[in-house]
C-alpha cells in the first residue's frame, strides 16, 4: 500500500537585485504544500515519460470547464471572467507541452493557431461576446490545421501563479480525502497539470532581474515539476 505523507514545501520569498520585486510563484509556493510519496516513487519519470493521450485529457477538462463557464452570458460574471482567463492559460500551457511530444499525433501542427486562440480567450476574459469568439477560433484550431505565427506566445505567468494553488487544492483533497482510492485519476491529472506548468515557466525570467534571481526561479520551478510528477508516478504505481 502506498503511504501517503503530506510535506509543506516552504520557499522563503526572494528578493531580486533591487530589493522590491518578488516572484509571484515564490509567495505561491510559500502557502502551497506539495503532496510526496514515501514509496513506489518512479524516481527517473518525466513529462516525456507520460502517454501524450494523457495530457491531451487534461487538456479536454481544462476547455469543457471554458466551455461550461460560457454557457450562459446571464451568469458571465467576475468568477467565470477569472476562471477563463486562467484556464485559457492552462491550455497554453499544455498545448506548448503537447507541441513537444513525439507521440502527439499532428498537435505540433495545430499548436501554433491553438495556443494563438488560447491567448486571446485569456485575454479577451473580461467580455463575453469577445470570449465566445476566441473559443469559437480555439475550437476550429483543434479541428483544423489553421495559420498563425503565434510560435513565440506564451501564457502570463502571473496568471497561471493564481491557478498553481487551485490545481494544488485539487488534488491534496483528492490525496486526504476519503475517497482517495476513487480519486486515483483526479489526482494523477491534476499533479500532471502542475508538473506542466512548472516546466513551461521556468525560463520565463519576467520578474528575474538578474542572474541570480534567475537561476533560484529556475531550481523552484524543477522542485515542483519533480515532487508533481512524484505524485504522478505514486498514483499510477497504487492504481496497476
Not at 195 to 201: F, G, Q, R, S, W
Request: aromatic share 4%.
Amino acid at each position: 500500500m502506498v503511504r501517503k505523507t503530506i510535506c509543506n514545501t516552504i520557499c522563503n520569498t526572494v528578493r531580486h537585485a533591487n530589493r522590491n520585486v518578488v516572484h509571484p510563484m515564490l509567495i505561491c509556493l510559500s502557502a502551497i504544500s506539495l503532496i510526496v510519496v514515501s514509496q513506489s516513487i518512479s524516481r527517473g519519470q518525466s513529462l516525456a515519460d507520460v502517454p501524450a493521450g494523457e495530457l491531451k485529457g487534461q487538456f479536454d477538462g481544462y476547455l469543457e470547464n471554458v466551455r461550461d463557464s460560457l454557457k450562459d452570458e446571464a451568469k458571465y460574471g467576475k468568477a467565470q471572467q477569472e476562471g477563463v482567463e486562467k484556464d485559457a492559460s492552462t491550455l497554453m500551457v499544455l498545448s506548448q507541452v503537447l507541441a513537444g511530444r513525439d507521440d502527439g499525433g499532428d498537435w505540433k501542427k495545430h499548436h501554433p493557431a491553438v495556443i494563438a486562440a488560447a491567448g486571446e480567450l485569456a485575454s479577451k476574459s473580461g467580455d463575453y461576446a469577445g470570449a465566445q469568439a476566441a473559443l469559437t477560433q480555439l475550437e476550429k484550431a483543434i479541428q483544423e490545421v489553421t495559420e498563425s505565427d503565434a510560435d513565440d506566445v506564451r501564457a502570463d505567468i502571473a496568471v497561471l501563479m493564481k491557478q498553481v494553488p487551485i490545481v494544488n487544492g485539487r488534488m491534496r483533497r483528492g490525496v486526504t480525502g476519503r475517497r482517495f482510492d476513487r480519486s486515483l485519476d483526479e489526482i494523477a491529472g491534476t499533479a500532471l497539470t502542475l508538473a506542466a506548468i512548472a516546466e513551461v515557466t521556468k525560463n520565463d525570467d519576467t520578474y528575474c532581474s538578474d542572474d541570480e534571481g534567475k537561476a533560484e526561479w529556475t531550481k523552484i520551478s524543477e522542485q515542483m515539476r519533480d515532487a508533481a510528477m512524484g505524485v504522478h508516478a505514486a498514483t499510477r504505481a497504487k492504481n496497476q
